[in-house]
């Protein structure tokens, strides 16, 4: 896609600090990053989000974000990581992308992400749990 700027990246015409690359995927430092060493990993193909994943790209797609987790981790001496999907909803880039974000013990990131709320009832959680089942 022309105006997209990972498509940018993918194509090489957009300068970005890429991390690894495979025939499906690209790995590249997020330019706003929660933490230094925050890696986005796309798809090659302009996907938007995660339900536009063809079934053929899941295991090379996850794969990779799996190895390119493991490699942040290790690399910068992180205790642990944050890995998350935004679709629509905050996603600056409407090219479908995880963020893999190294996480150290008493970083500061409690909270930082999303409110908590509580269901009101067990019968409220049970609701919500018989409408997700039902759209399966």
């Not at 499906?24 to 796309?42: I, N, Q, S, Y």
């Not at 409690?110 to 019968?123: E, V």
Request: charged share 20%.
């Amino acid at each position: 896609m022309a105006d997209c700027v990972f498509c940018g990246i993918v194509a090489g015409t957009t300068p970005a600090f890429v991390v690894a690359a495979t025939d499906e995927c690209v790995a590249f430092l997020d330019t706003r990053p929660v933490f230094k060493g925050h890696t986005l990993v796309v798809p090659r193909d302009h996907l938007e989000v995660l339900a536009d994943l063809p079934a053929a790209l899941l295991s090379p797609y996850f794969g990779f974000v799996q190895r390119v987790d493991a490699a942040v981790r290790t690399a910068l001496g992180a205790g642990g990581s944050f890995v998350a999907i935004n679709n629509r909803v905050s996603q600056s880039v409407p090219h479908l992308h995880t963020h893999v974000v190294p996480r150290t013990k008493g970083d500061g990131l409690r909270g930082f992400f999303w409110p908590r709320t509580k269901y009101a009832s067990d019968d409220e959680a049970r609701d919500y749990a018989k409408r997700v089942a039902a759209a399966l």
